[in-house]
């Protein structure tokens, strides 16, 4: 792990930890939906510690490729229809084998349709974490190591991240199960990096994974069913060869390189991004 990842750990781990405990200590944090600029503060320390980072890394050029990495591409737009559509689809297919009652309690139609951008607006999680998690973090540990250990150990430092939530009461966290989550974040983890690798580090593709699982959670999907499915999803990521070590980038790119030359590229380039 290099220099700059292991100060961006600490970085995003000090910001939110600090930030949490000190709401804890001033008594912010013990209202059922906390709304102080602490815990804002600590929601948004992995997002607010990797553009600090990038931008001392890389510069002010690193920092725009940051930001360029969350622009829509018509390129990846079948990528973002398929977790907004597949990633549900997944969840309620599991409630309706594990928990079937529970689809009874799930809001109407209409309404499921209108709590997808409130979630996006009101939940700290996706624009909070992703652009450390797997703005800066990710591209870096894939440098190193090939996608599956990679997305193991985001997926355990992401799981020790959030430890804290799990003995606040006025948070979500502290209703569920901790070795369940562990479970849960690495099947997310491994789904998000290969969705990483296929769009060519794309990164609204694994905000919006995040904004599902967290949306999934808020409209009543059964936190089992919803790890059963995530864990299915994670299979076929691995099924699939998403996260072959050959699998894999070493930078993210916004746009597809300018060739120096007629040569063709090797039949084996998977520079190519989606399929």
Known sequence: MDRPLRV???????ITWGAGGLALLTGTLRSAHPLHPLHYLAAFGPSIAGIAMTAATEGWAGLRQLLARVAPK???AP????VLLGFPAANFAATWLLARH???GLPSWARLLWLVPITLVTDTGPLGEEFGW???ALPRLLRRWPPLPSALLLGAIWWAWHLPTFFIQALSQSQLSIPLFFVNILALSILMTGLHLRTRGDLLVVILVHLMANYCGWIGIPFAAEVSAEIALAALVLGVGWLRPGVRRDRPQTRSPVPQDNRARPA???GSGSS
């Open 8 to 14: 961006y750990l600490w970085l995003a781990f000090g």
């Open 74 to 76: 018509w390129g990846v």
């Open 79 to 82: 990528w973002y229809a398929a």
């Open 102 to 104: 529970s689809l009874s």
């Open 134 to 136: 797997r703005g800066f």
């Open 268 to 270: 084996g380039d998977v």
